[in-house]
């Protein structure tokens, strides 16, 4: 359990005064400055090796042990959800005005270039871009696993199309909705290639949160589109360790804070 988490406890009783909500947008729409502080929280969690560092947190997710993801199970998509939140509010303590941003792998840009510039550059001018890879902490390390991230993308045309996630968000069914984004999102681990394709090691390459952030968005657009599904109870109360949230506590992301740029939303979610 991390410090940080339980500085953040109660998320989702927020203090009733209005306060302003956090967009998340698109890497492909994001400003100089937007990107700049995404960049720059990166490159601030990336040197620090305790537990509000960038090594810590890619580490909840996998390796060194205990490994907390769910992936395959009814969790999948409340626990990234919150995994999201937290390492947000991270990056946020480093940089105030640094914001999660969705790679949007079924964009015209992804389907003609692959991985967005913004993550793809080695460089950012002389230096190098913390969102292009990181060192794996020794801890993380088994079986002779590099030390620095690497990625071997397919080809751009082949990540998944606008038609197949509008059919999955056309499903009324939570789990049947939950199970096949899972598969879409599973071919883009693999389609990324590298640390992106082996669990233990994914959450190191700094591509994986915007590739969450989609899929987190996918689900918010599906819950506007599906907007009283029934979630059994037995799901609803279920904790997600090591987060001190549950299930019910992730549905309504205006409560914790965010929100998706209205605009593509909205692209998505009209026919
Ligand atoms: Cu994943």
């Known amino acids: 359990m991390s410090a940080h988490a339980h500085a953040h ?37 990336e040197a620090l090796t305790d537990d509000r560092g960038f090594g810590h947190w890619a580490g909840i997710h996998g390796l060194p042990l205990p490994m907390y993801c769910q992936h395959g199970t009814r969790l999948f998509l409340p626990w990234h ?20 941003a969705w790679w949007d792998w079924t964009s015209a840009g992804s389907h003609a270039n692959g991985i967005p510039a913004a993550f793809a550059d080695a460089q950012v001018g002389n230096n190098p871009n913390p969102l292009y890879q990181t060192t794996v902490p020794p801890a ?4 002779n696993q590099p030390q620095e991230t690497s990625r071997s993308p397919g080809s751009p045309g082949d990540l998944p199309t606008r038609p197949q996630v509008q059919s999955v968000l056309s499903l009324p069914d939570f789990l049947d909705f939950q199970g096949q984004l899972e598969q879409i999102h599973n071919s883009v681990h693999v389609w990324v290639g590298g640390t992106m394709g082996e669990i233990p090691w994914a959450a190191y390459d700094p591509i994986f949160f915007a590739h969450h952030t989609m899929i987190d968005r996918l689900w918010r657009l ?50």
């Open 9 to 45: 406890a109660h998320p989702a009783s927020p203090p009733s005064q209005a306060r302003a909500l956090r967009h998340r947008k698109s890497v492909e729409n994001l400003s100089t400055a937007q990107l700049k502080a995404l960049r720059d929280s990166y490159a601030a969690a």
């Open 81 to 100: 959800r919150a995994y999201l939140y937290f390492f947000e509010l991270a990056l946020r303590d480093l940089v105030p005005d640094a914001v999660l």
């Open 140 to 143: 993380a390390r088994q079986n």
């Open 222 to 271: 599906w819950q506007i589109r599906h907007p009283n599904p029934h979630l059994p109870s037995s799901l609803l109360n279920q904790a997600l360790p090591p987060f001190p949230m549950t299930v019910a506590q992730t549905l309504d992301i205006k409560g914790l804070g965010y929100a998706y740029a209205a605009a593509t939303a909205h692209a998505v979610v009209a026919h």
